[in-house]
Every structure is written in structure tokens, then in C-alpha cells.
């Protein structure tokens, strides 16, 4: 299977630490059905993680989702509110492969795990990944007696009541490994930029502080294209598309 998706041009070698591994060929498309976005949303948590493994099918050089498998979380009490640690896992990736699918790890966020009003975090801290989510992406899989390292997925509410749930990819050495890259180049370019403006003109003159402001916005962008951050639009049926640059 593995060798007729890289033939296809699906897969890349790469090598990492030594090791000869195959990643995702960019550009790709990953589309997750509308189907699936709907069945994520209403199994979202808001107290909790949870997880899965999506059935990504190789369709016309892009990667369709059609399905997931739940799997439960096997961390108990106040653990399950912070990390993943998912059951049966290797049992289900295999039936993913024998089924000519390719497994995506998948994990979510709450956003309501803070009782005290006090230590509740906004909403963008919860669609950034950790750095064990960031390790776990990385980790390859055995398939076909070949390595591969795929890209993970993240669900995390835009709502503090979980109705608005968005699917992100990350990490798999081809896509960023969070949101980080909109985060960033936003506050270089409003915090630090504006304070520079200010200093400029007071000590340079009007000239100056705009020079200064276009070259703040420059490297915010930069910032925000050097992770290739995918870009998601949704189709006419409500499809999903993630393009992977």
C-alpha cells in the first residue's frame, strides 16, 4: 500500500535522526467530510480530553476522511482534563490500513476544564499544542515495513460552549506544529510594532516610524508564511479542505 501511495506521489523519503522516513508529499489537500466534522462536533467535551484515530482515504492525490473511531481515554479523574492516553489504538490502526486507509492520530482540547473563573484561559491557549502533543506528532508508524510520519489532528471549541469545534492539523514534519504562527505575527506586529512606532517618533520623526511600522509588518508575515500554517475553506457541501503548502 505504502510503496503505490509514494509512487503516486503521495509520500516523500526524508531523513531524520538518521533514519530514512516517508512524510506527506506537499502540496496536499486533506478534506474531512462534512459527515465527520458534524459527528466531531457533537462528541467534543468540554470537561475533558478525548480522541480517535480518522480513516483518511488516498482519493484523487488528496486525503479524504470519511470516518473516525473513538477511542477512550484511559487516564482517570482530574488527568482526563489535561492529556490523552488512548485505548486500543493499534488494534484500530490496522483495521484503518487493511481497510486502504491511512490512520490520523486525533486528540481534543476543553475549554472548560478551570472551575475558578480566575484560571480560565482565553480560547486561543487551547488551539495551541503542547509540547507532548508536539512529540507525539512526530512519532512514526510502522507500515508495510516502512517509517511514516503523519500529521495529527486537534479539536478545539471557538466557543465556551463548544458549538463552534474546529479540526486543525499540525506537526507529521510537514505541517506547523500549532497555531503558534497567527498568534506570533499578530503580537510582533500590534504589541511590539506599535511601542517601536511610538519610540521612532518621538526620537526619529513621522519618516522613520513608518519605515519602522512597514518593516514590523513585514516580518509578521514572514512569520506567519515560515510555518506554512494550512489555510481550511469549506466546500458548497461543507466539506472541509485543509491545504498543506
Given amino acids: 500500500m505504502i510503496a503505490e501511495l509514494q509512487q503516486a506521489g503521495y509520500f516523500k523519503e526524508v531523513t531524520t535522526e538518521g533514519r530514512k522516513t516517508l512524510v506527506l508529499k506537499a502540496p496536499v489537500n486533506v478534506v474531512v467530510k462534512a459527515a465527520v466534522l458534524k459527528q466531531l462536533q457533537s462528541i467534543y467535551p468540554l470537561h475533558e480530553e478525548t480522541g480517535g484515530i480518522l480513516w483518511a482515504y488516498p482519493v484523487s492525490g488528496s486525503l479524504v476522511i470519511t470516518r473516525f473511531t473513538l477511542l477512550p481515554n484511559q487516564l482517570q479523574g482530574e488527568q482526563r482534563k489535561t492529556a490523552y ?3 486500543n489504538s493499534a488494534i484500530v490502526r490496522n483495521e484503518v490500513l487493511q481497510a486502504g486507509a491511512l490512520p490520523i492520530r486525533f486528540h481534543s482540547h476543553p475549554v472548560e476544564i478551570y472551575e ?3 484560571d480560565k484561559q482565553p480560547l486561543t491557549f487551547f488551539q495551541k499544542t503542547s509540547s507532548a502533543d508536539r512529540h507525539n506528532s512526530y512519532l512514526p508508524l510502522s507500515i508495510d515495513g516502512k517509517t511514516v510520519v503523519l500529521p495529527d489532528g486537534l479539536l ?3 466557543d465556551r460552549l463548544g458549538q463552534d469545534v474546529r479540526f486543525y492539523l499540525y506537526g507529521g514534519l510537514v505541517a506547523p506544529d500549532s497555531l503558534k504562527a497567527l498568534l506570533t505575527s499578530e503580537k510582533v506586529y500590534i504589541y511590539f510594532a506599535l511601542s517601536v512606532v511610538i519610540l521612532a517618533y518621538v526620537f526619529g520623526g ?3 516610524s513608518l519605515a519602522v511600522f512597514g518593516l514590523a509588518a513585514i516580518f509578521s508575515i514572514a512569520v506567519f508564511a515560515i510555518e506554512k500554517r494550512p489555510t481550511g475553506v ?3 457541501d461543507g466539506d472541509l479542505i ?4
Fill in 85 to 87: 492516553q488512548p485505548a
Fill in 116 to 118: 475558578n473563573p480566575y
Fill in 156 to 158: 478545539s471549541a471557538n
Fill in 206 to 208: 513621522f519618516r522613520r
Fill in 234 to 236: 469549506k466546500n458548497a
Fill in 242 to 245: 485543509i491545504a498543506i503548502p
